[in-house]
């Protein structure tokens, strides 16, 4: 029985024995040997260590691992190098493709794709054309077909990946491009960077750029130190520096306007020419065209502005109306909605001037829970603070100017200055009859109902409580005298009372006069005094050079006075009886209607003699409720009372009015008359007895 090989089981005839198989088995072996040969039968565990082998196929149909020291191949090679070996590799040639699972070092050399390799050192290009024209460049990333960098030549630190991007750089250096011809015309420009497709695609010169975004800053061309976030931001800036975009189509339409910052959605998007914009919110300034230095911050903020400059909006729909009106602030919600050319209002406040139009130079102040000047129009040069809405207690300032108001939280109005100056308090509007205080220029009042109009309080020592001047000279003052006195001082020899600018009365220290001889008097038929207390009696003038028709008494008279002296009674006043009753005193006197009666019998008119008066007058009467106390406001109670108001004359008598009479003696005269006739009577009784005596 033949035994066989260890490796491809040949077999081996035993020796001295199988006679007759040893053909078989040689025809047999070399069979196998053919099968190996022409490849039947794969041939393994091998060891060529010497020898050529020409138009081999190793591994052609399973793969095989061979350990190599130097391998050539004229067409190509598939499979993994040994990592020992793969430092030796110096030339790959070209390949269809290519699979690295590791690292891929290239130290000192260029990385290229396209067969193309372009001179300097540490370049890394990656695609058709891509660092196709550098010359002498280095650290330059080119990655794209046709791209980055296409026509660089001695630019560096460039970095360009998609196609086309920085295109047609020449010497440009420090530049990243991410995106379908980003940078696609920079040719010397350096430290820009675009990131989306044709992300500052016109750029040429400009330097120290920035867009991120499709089409962000796509056609700047010259523009410098501009940063575009967000998808056409700066879309159509082409030669303006220095500004800033963020977010979609921010700042779209600007081509010249520079130191422009854009930071919203749509913000700026108008924005040609315009330039020290700052521009914050969905679709803040998105109407601007040429309006530079506006500051605004809030969706639709200074929504409609055109031309205007130097406004300021804070807040969802600030100045929302504003075209043309500038040196604006408007700071709030709403603030300054419906102005549109209206120029150097300051509103500050949620709703604060929503309804102003074309008013100018106010300042509102005030919002939230109530709206500032809400419906003032027109008017110009207000100032509000607090929530007055512009048309509130009493006050309408809508078309009005130069107001100054000073509201509470609910709006009404607590200190108002009007346009004339005045200063209004508890009051709007400077009639006197308007229960409030008016200060102003010309003339001051303290108007209350009820109340106390006004108080002035000195502390501790007597001494001037009100001090008067003229021309800064002082010429009186009304003080406290004794601690509970006052005192009216004046600082002339004498002072003066006056009615209706005209003087009645005057005041020395040693008299109290009438300022006009023989005009005044004291005391009036329905305004008397009680008694008149004095060291000696009243001194009546009686100078012949100042009397005319001097007469003795007539008949008529005669029986008058000689009638009214028999008309002397005593009584008692009504007044004394209620306030006294039996412990009223008796008085002695006539009664006038005797008189006036005694008069009329004797043929004579009363009214034709001094010593009879009949003085008639009208009154009404009006009830005054009781006023509690209030120390705080300094109110002092006050009981019920009935006041009662007089007039002189018929005419200038409210209708209603009560008339009255009171008729009075002047006693002085009405004994003179009654002694005249006594005297007279007497003259004629001795004249008669002479007679008779002597007959």
Request: a negative charge; one cysteine or more; proline letters at 1%.
């Amino acid at each position: 029985m033949p035994t066989t090989t260890t490796t491809y089981s040949f077999n081996k005839p035993v020796v001295g024995a199988d006679e007759d198989d040893w053909g078989g088995y040689l025809n047999g072996n070399w069979d196998s040997v053919d099968d190996l040969l022409d490849g039947t039968t794969p041939i393994t565990g091998i060891d060529i260590n010497s020898g050529t082998l020409d138009g081999v196929t190793i591994g052609g149909t399973t793969a095989g691992a061979g350990t190599f020291t130097t391998l050539t191949a004229n067409t190509s090679i598939t499979g993994t190098l040994a990592t020992a070996a793969q430092a030796n590799v110096t030339s790959l040639g070209t390949l269809t493709g290519l699979t690295i699972g590791g690292n891929l070092s290239v130290d000192g050399g260029t990385i290229k794709l396209d067969g193309n390799y372009p001179t300097g050192t540490n370049n890394v290009a990656l695609g058709d054309g891509a660092l196709v024209d550098l010359t002498s460049g280095g650290n330059n990333t080119s990655v794209g077909a046709d791209s980055v960098l296409g026509d660089t030549t001695t630019g560096s630190q460039n970095v360009g990946i998609g196609t086309g991007s920085i295109r047609f750089n020449t010497t440009g250096s420090n530049n990243s491009a991410v995106g379908w011809r980003s940078l696609f015309s920079n040719l010397t420009a350096s430290s820009n960077s675009a990131f989306g497709s044709s992300a500052l695609y016109a750029n040429t010169t400009g330097d120290n750029g920035a867009a991120f975004g499709h089409d962000a800053l796509r056609f700047n061309t010259t523009g410098a130190s501009n940063s575009a976030f967000g998808r056409q931001a700066l879309f159509s800036n082409t030669t303006a520096s220095n500004n800033t975009a963020v977010g979609y189509q921010a700042g779209y339409s600007n081509t010249t306007g520079t130191y422009n910052a854009f930071l919203s959605r749509l913000a700026g998007y108008a924005n040609t020419t315009g330039s020290y914009n700052t521009m914050g919110g969905s679709g803040a300034g998105i109407n601007n065209t040429t309006g530079g230095a506006n500051t605004v911050f809030g969706a639709d903020a200074l929504f409609s502005n055109t031309t205007a400059s130097n406004n300021t909006a804070v807040g969802y729909q600030a100045g929302f109306s504003n075209t043309t009106g500038v040196n604006n602030i408007f700071i709030g919600q709403g603030a300054g909605f419906s102005a549109t050319t209206a120029n150097y209002n300051t509103i500050i406040g949620q709703g604060a001037g929503t309804s102003l139009t074309t008013g100018s130079g106010n300042c509102f102040v005030g919002g939230s829970y109530a709206n500032s000047g809400y419906f003032v129009t027109t008017g110009s040069k207000n100032t509000i603070l607090g929530g007055y809405n512009g048309n509130q207690g009493g006050l309408d300032i809508r078309t009005s100017s130069n107001y100054i108001v000073l509201s509470d939280g609910d709006g009404n109005p607590r200190q108002v200055i009007d346009s004339s100056g005045n200063l209004l308090v508890g009051k709007t509007s400077s009639s006197f009859s308007t229960v409030g205080a008016r200060l102003s220029s010309t003339d001051n009042q303290f108007v209350t109902d009820g109340q106390l109009s006004a108080a002035f309080n000195r502390k501790t020592s007597d001494g001037d409580i009100i001090g008067f001047f003229k021309d800064g000279t002082v010429v009186g003052s009304i003080r406290s005298n004794s601690g509970a006195r006052i005192a009216i001082n004046s600082e002339g020899s004498f002072g003066l009372l006056q009615s209706s600018n005209s003087s009645c009365f005057f005041w020395s220290s040693l008299s109290f006069s009438p300022f006009n001889d023989n005009v005044r008097d004291l005391g009036e038929a329905g305004f008397r005094y009680d008694d008149i207390y004095a060291t000696n009696g009243t001194i009546q003038t009686s100078d012949q050079n100042e009397k005319q028709q001097i007469a003795s008494l007539t008949d008529a008279e005669m029986t008058a006075a000689k009638a009214i002296s028999k008309l002397f009674k005593t009584f008692k006043w009504n007044d004394s009886v209620a306030e006294k009753g039996d412990a009223a005193r008796t008085h002695s006197g006539v009664i006038a209607q005797d008189v006036e009666q005694a008069m009329t019998d004797a043929g004579l008119n009363a009214g034709d003699y001094a010593f009879f008066i009949s003085s008639t007058w009208w009154e009404t009467q009006t009830e005054v409720p009781a006023v509690e106390a209030d120390e705080e406001n300094g109110v002092e109670a006050q009981e019920a009372y009935t006041r009662t108001d007089t007039y002189e004359t018929a005419e200038e008598a409210p209708e209603g009015a009560t008339e009255r009479n009171r008729k009075g003696i002047r006693y002085p005269q009405l004994l003179s008359f009654i002694g005249a006739a006594t005297e007279q009577r007497l003259a004629s009784i001795e004249s008669r007895l002479d007679a008779l005596e002597n007959a």
